[in-house]
């Protein structure tokens, strides 16, 4: 499966973004999804991923209440809504997919499919 992530920009703290992911070349339904991030200097890390069915969602706790992952299997897509952005959450967002749905999945090595990655800037 291929993924093109988009949707980054530049906004300020307090403010929100969405951001899209778009599948092609496979059976979008099969995988599990992720976002991850990696803010200059740093490790890439997980944010958040939704199961094959979009029934299931796990976060980060550095976004939790403030970020909302879904997806849409009719459109392959999948979107990450970030509210209440802080500079903190300034890095590269990647969107991710693994044909592992049956065990927690929460590392880089977790995924075998990458989107290029989309950079968002929080400013204070």
């Known amino acids: 499966v291929q993924l093109q992530a988009s949707g980054g920009g530049l906004v300020q703290v307090g403010g929100s973004l969405r951001l899209s992911c778009a599948a092609s070349?496979?059976?979008?339904?099969?995988?599990?999804l992720a976002w991850f991030r990696q803010a200059p200097g740093k490790e890439r890390e997980f944010v958040a991923r939704?199961?094959?069915?979009?029934?299931?969602?796990y976060y980060a706790d550095s976004v939790k209440d403030r970020f909302t992952i879904s997806r849409d299997n009719a459109k392959n897509t999948m979107r990450l809504q970030m509210n209440s952005l802080k500079p903190e959450d300034t890095a590269v967002y990647y969107c991710a997919a693994t044909r592992n749905v049956f065990s927690a999945t929460y590392t880089v090595a977790d995924y075998n499919y990458w989107g290029q990655g989309t950079l968002v800037t929080v400013s204070s």
């Open positions: 070349g496979g059976t979008f339904r099969t995988y599990t």
């Open positions: 939704v199961t094959w069915s979009g029934s299931r969602t």
